[in-house]
Nanobody
């Protein structure tokens, strides 16, 4: 299973970006997919997650109300709509997926597949 993330870029504070993550594998049916991010000199942190079966979602407090996670099963794609971006949102964003339940959704160890990362830079 491969995950392909895209949609990053440079945007001014207050702007918006939409990230996409498409999974390969004709028989792969995720249990959960999520987004993590890592800023320079910092640890990777949880951003948002979505359960594939019922689209239930959870967010980090730092992005709640500004980011929206969604998925399109037919396109095998997960999205992260990011609005009201702030300079502190600057990071490499990684998408992740798990085939089964592996633990708490906010822990990176709960995901077994990872995309290559896409850079998001928010200028002030």
């Amino acid at each position: 299973v491969q995950l392909q993330a895209s949609g990053g870029g440079l945007v001014q504070a207050g702007g918006s970006l939409r990230l996409s993550c498409t999974h390969s594998g004709s028989t792969f049916s995720p249990y959960r997919m999520g987004w993590f991010r890592q800023a320079p000199g910092k640890e990777r942190e949880f951003v948002a997650t979505i359960k594939w079966s019922d689209s239930s979602s959870y967010y980090a407090d730092s992005v709640k109300g500004r980011f929206t996670i969604s998925r399109d099963n037919a396109k095998k794609t997960m999205y992260l709509q990011m609005n009201s971006l702030k300079p502190e949102d600057t990071a490499v964003y990684y998408c992740a997926a798990s085939r089964t339940y592996r633990g708490s959704y906010y822990l990176s160890n709960s995901y077994e597949y990872w995309g290559q990362g896409t850079q998001v830079t928010v200028s002030s």
